[in-house]
């Protein structure tokens, strides 16, 4: 595959392309879903071909084909200079970049996989997911429904490209989840969640707590709270945001604000703000492809597609703007380093500037000193979905949550909400516990430029910000 790459950098460079960037993919996507009783997917699917892009003064054009042999790709090579060499002369914004070194196609951090998913067949994997659906029915109270999800996503990814560059990895992610839905005595309905995921082998979903098991029973338990919950009150207040919603507010409000893509058009409030302070010393957010996965999870990605390394991009240290998060255009236009961040959602698409794992560095308070500091407030945890806008404006619902009063927790709490803008609610930090946790998966992804859902991760430690404005009962 990589001879045929090669001949498809020659011929871009014969027709005249400044950079020619040759992508390949053979990925298996598996997605099982029951309900109750009832399968209602289970699908596998392959996904394989070609990606090329040329870039000619600055301009990218972009094509891709599904068959691999040589010819084709040439092809494919002819059709994206094209592109560009036309798009060149009418562009309003160029971004040229410099070649470089080739990259090592040996990262220097690789996870460990036990048992891959190729190794397993689909009878296992089903009882992966009836196996969790049966242990919550067995724990539940006043079910309505019980969701069981399992889904793979595996195998190759090649880029070659006008560095000289030649990288070959085996992306994985695979995700375990179950979802019970109840209903109280006045007919409202309530949700109880636990899932598991990111690039782990199948060896992870047979020992506690991610066994199928313990999370049918932790999916049960959490639902049959809920149905005593009180409704969250409405109002600004101290609050605890648990480490997949704080993952959520770096990823969703900030993370997207700081993608060089939107920096260069002006589209971000960050843009010109490098060096600025934007929140308390307690907040620090980092994006990185090579997460210590054993330790915190999260999703392995050594390369981005367009052959840049992985790295490790602290894009706000301790309240301070440090960097963006680039491909190699963006990176020559604005004087910073590239980040690795170039990705594409698959082969059909172009890569653009997209997150990796993006996370809030942890502090060093402990759960019940975290506790203490917010006093009397609400303790939001999960997420289960909202909105953002451009400006760092975000809603989102937490999936549950607790009223804490005088440094205790005191009872469960529901219908919780919680509004604002980002760049307010960065100067409000006022403690992180010290417990990292990262989150990632086949089900959701991000979204952006029509190409989703992208496997990405997120999380950090528990957050104490004072003045989230909460929605709820008033």
Not at 153 to 170: A, E, P, R, T
Not at 337 to 358: D, K
Request: overall charge negative; proline content about 4%; aromatic content about 8%.
């Amino acid at each position: 595959m990589i001879e045929a790459l090669e001949r498809g950098i020659e011929e871009g460079e014969r027709l005249g392309a400044d950079f020619v960037e040759a992508r390949f993919e053979d990925l298996t996507l598996r997605t099982l879903e029951r309900t109750d009783d009832t399968w209602r997917d289970i699908q596998v699917k392959s996904r394989r071909g070609v990606a090329i892009t040329c870039y000619v003064d600055g301009t990218a054009g972009f094509s891709f084909a599904a068959s691999s042999d040589a010819a084709t790709v040439v092809e494919a090579v002819g059709r994206a200079y094209k592109m560009a060499r036309a798009s060149a002369s009418a562009a309003m914004l160029k971004l040229p970049f410099d070649r470089d070194e080739p990259v090592s196609p040996t990262p220097s951090y690789r996870p460990k996989i036990g048992v891959h998913p190729r190794e397993r067949d689909l009878t296992y994997k089903t009882e992966l997911v009836s196996r969790a659906v049966e242990t919550a029915r067995e724990h539940a109270k006043n079910v309505r429904n019980i969701r069981g999800l399992y889904g793979e996503l595996y195998g190759d990814k090649v880029v070659v490209n006008s560095d000289g560059s030649k990288i070959q990895w085996d992306f994985l992610v695979t995700e375990l989840r179950v979802r019970v839905t109840s209903r109280t005595g006045s007919g409202d309905m309530v949700a109880g969640m636990e899932g598991f995921g990111g690039t782990f082998g199948l060896d992870r979903y047979e020992t506690e707590p991610y066994n199928p098991e313990s999370m049918g029973k932790v999916a049960a338990e959490r639902a049959n709270e809920q149905l005593e919950a009180r409704p969250c009150p409405a109002g600004k207040f101290r609050g605890l945001i648990e480490n997949r919603l704080v993952g959520v507010l770096a990823h969703e409000s900030f993370g997207h604000l700081s993608e060089a893509d939107f920096v260069v058009t002006g589209g971000s409030p960050l843009t010109g703000k490098v060096g600025e302070r934007l929140g308390t010393e307690h907040a620090t957010i980092i994006d990185s492809g090579i997460v210590d996965i054993e330790s915190y999870g999260g999703l392995w990605v050594p390369f981005d597609d367009q052959g840049t390394p992985a790295s490790e991009t602290v894009v706000l240290e301790r309240g301070v703007l440090k960097h963006y998060l680039h491909n190699r255009g963006t990176a020559k236009k604005l004087g910073q380093r590239p980040t690795g961040n170039a990705r594409a959602v698959n082969f059909t698409f172009p890569p653009i500037v997209r997150m990796t794992n993006t996370y809030f560095a942890p502090g060093d308070l402990t759960e019940e000193e975290a506790i203490e500091l917010v006093g009397t407030g609400v303790y939001a945890i999960q997420t289960f979905g909202g909105q953002v806008q451009g400006d760092g404006s975000f809603l989102f619902k937490a999936l549950r949550g607790y009223w804490i009063e005088d440094r205790e927790i005191k009872y469960p709490i529901r219908e919780v909400s919680l509004s604002g803008n980002v760049l307010d609610l960065l100067g409000k930090v006022e403690g992180a516990t010290r417990d990292l946790r990262l989150y990632s998966g086949y089900f959701g992804g991000c979204g952006k430029g029509g190409q989703a859902p992208l496997p990405v991760g997120l999380g950090g430690p528990k957050l104490v910000i004072d003045g989230i404005t909460f929605g709820g009962k008033s």
